[in-house]
């Protein structure tokens, strides 16, 4: 039975099934079929025109084949249906993040990490314009909090070892540095980051 067909669905089983559809938008999203993922999305949003989800599959897919204005137009709709979406306005920052404007993307991925700071799109996102912009103290804030509940998620470590470094504390991004290493002996990035950050420790007098 193929549930993205069906139209007449029982009053108390709605939700169930625009879930369902939702999430096979998602899978057929994540294989890069793009068609058959719009066209789930376009049901679930007939079954429940008031949920951001469908918006946001279809702002991605259309962010994915670099159609900016209908990914835009897709996300401020999410957004519109759901304040709080914070991915919706990491959708919207990447946007600004690919035409250059820099500030934009900034506060939108605040925006977004402000409503949810587990968001890593989002993080890693700000952690770009950031450089590119070469503002760092907010970023190493977000950096932190999402490090206290994911300790060992490397990649951010290194994220903000870099930004330490860029920031002039290369003590704290060797610390930073050694703990990556502690979890990924072979990390090559690590190790050649370490060495200029110890470069760059002064030499007791």
Partial sequence: MDLTRQ??????????HYDIVQEMGDCYATVGDYV??????????????????????TGVIALQQGKLADAEIAFRVALRLDAQCSKALAGLAMIAQQQKNWQNAFDLYLKSLELDGDNLTALL??????????????VIEY????LN???????VMFCLATLYLKERQPDRARRILKDILALEPNNTDAKNLLEEAENR?????
């Fill in 7 to 16: 139209t007449a669905v029982p009053d108390h089983g709605w939700t169930q």
């Fill in 36 to 57: 058959q993922a719009q066209d789930c999305y376009e049901r679930a949003a007939m079954l429940a025109p008031d949920e951001a989800g469908p918006y946001m599959g």
């Fill in 125 to 138: 996102g700000l952690f770009q314009v950031s450089c590119q912009m070469g503002s760092f103290a907010r």
């Fill in 143 to 146: 950096l932190n909090t999402y």
């Fill in 149 to 155: 509940l994911h300790p060992a998620d490397t990649a």
């Fill in 201 to 205: 420790i002064p030499i007791p007098a």
